[in-house]
């Protein structure tokens, strides 16, 4: 059942943002969402972009299946101009799970496809693809590879909270961090990842730093040794000396990244109702970028903002803002209704987790200048989230709302707002986690199940919701 979300009306929630001591805008015209964009020198139709939603749905050697391409059909045909194709590791050691797609020279003919597939829906749809803008989100893991943890440092903070999969234990205090060289051997892997995303179609690429991957882990590894760790400088450098290869080869290819801007701390539930409480650590804290060193739950902007400039100075074209870490505060990385099964009740309102996200996307648009900025975190608005998103779009506090969660329930959201000035009431995502749940659920033949929307997309993900609820991994549905 719902805890907090009550409302009748974007004004409610307005109304309950400012008793919490924020100001929120909203508005009932969407006319800002349906503007043209200029994003590197290509014209995009709309405002809304489908955010990078892993299906864990691929095959176990990285190829698209039967329900990856039925996503991507799904989200041609939904309207939106912004299509950001998921998690897409640069390696086989690269992948955070399994079944997560592989950008290789024998997946890019499949890859292709899937592209191809999700283009033609959209013209079969009525739309056109001159103004569609599809890439993939290209990543390696590091420490959250499914294999074995591979590391940019030795974090004193996540280390204990983080799993070798291999062992299914706590990673060990003797596993060697990866070093300059073997960080220079990635960057050669993300240029060639680009290099086979361009051939296959991509009209962008996004470098992933978010959630405490790879690139993400770098941004914040101030107590790395080596070229790679320390100053800003040595914790740029291998993204920088990337986006300069990638340039250098394919310079049509727009470049994009999903950008942590706050890691925060690691959450563990606590008392009867398993509420999540902050782990205690040890002040001031050095290893969780866009934290304030005294408070780690507190936004410091400084260095994510000084990084934002100079992405934009080095190239990057398009800029999307994350918060948190999934295995370890995800409540900052989805604000939800219900959290998923292995999670923990959150510790405060989830507007407040909304309110976060769209501050601190605000203050990267003002940073990034020209450079659009895709603003996350609306799904727990549910039927309000656009007309908060059109407020923050209207008042240039982005350019783009993303919806993530939403759009598997509801892929067509941005045709149904086109048609009928609101989303299909009865498919709105209510953040309850049912994906999550699925997506956590690891006790199957390729070791990972897919994930969709159980409640509203029934006939497909239905019986997989059954079938993982038999094994009593995720609780019974409300």
Known sequence: MARYFKYKSSADVCADAAKLGHDLKATSDLSPLFQPIDVGGRTVGNRFCVQPMEGCDGTPEGFPDELTYRRYVRFGAGG??????????????????PRQLLINEATMPALEE???????????????TNDLLLGLQLT????????????????????????????????????????????????????????RAAKIGCDFIDLKQCHRYLLSELLAAKIRPGKF?????????????????????????????????????????????????????????????????????????????????RLVDAGIGLINVSLGNPYACP????????????GYHAPEHPLLGVLRHFEATAAVQKAAGNVPVVGSGYSWLQDYAFEAGAANVRDGRCQFVGLGRGSLSQ??????????????????????????????????????????????????YGPLWKEAEAKRVVPKAN
């Open 80 to 97: 939106a101009k912004l299509i950001w194709g998921e998690a897409t590791a640069i390696e086989e050691r690269a992948r955070m799970n």
């Open 114 to 128: 899937m592209l191809a597939d999700c283009r033609q829906a959209h013209v079969d749809a009525g739309y056109s």
């Open 140 to 195: 390696h893991s590091g420490r959250y590879s499914h294999k074995t943890p591979l590391m940019a440092m030795r974090d004193p903070i996540l280390d204990l909270v983080t799993i070798d999969k291999a062992t299914g234990k706590l990673v060990a205090a003797d596993k060697p961090i990866l070093t300059d060289a073997e960080l220079e051997r990635i960057g050669e892997l993300y240029v060639t990842a680009a290099i």
């Open 229 to 309: 760790g320390g100053s800003l400088e040595n914790r740029l450098r291998l993204i920088l000396d990337v986006i300069r290869a990638i340039r250098g080869e394919c310079p049509d290819l727009v470049l994009a990244t999903r950008m942590n801007v706050f890691d925060g701390i690691p959450f563990k539930g606590q008392g009867d109702e398993f509420v999540g409480q902050p782990i205690t650590v040890s002040l001031p804290v050095e290893t969780s970028f866009g934290a304030a060193a005294d408070d780690p739950s507190q936004l410091d902007l400084t260095e994510p903002l000084e990084v934002v400039r």
């Open 331 to 342: 409540h900052y990385v989805r604000p939800a209704e219900m959290p998923p099964v292995d």
């Open 411 to 460: 892929p067509d959201f941005a045709a149904n707002l086109e048609k009928h000035g609101a989303l299909n009431r009865k498919t709105v995502c209510r953040t309850f986690s049912y994906c999550t749940n699925l997506m956590r659920t690891k006790d199957h033949p390729w070791g990972q199940y897919a994930t969709g929307c159980p409640p509203f997309d029934k006939e497909v």
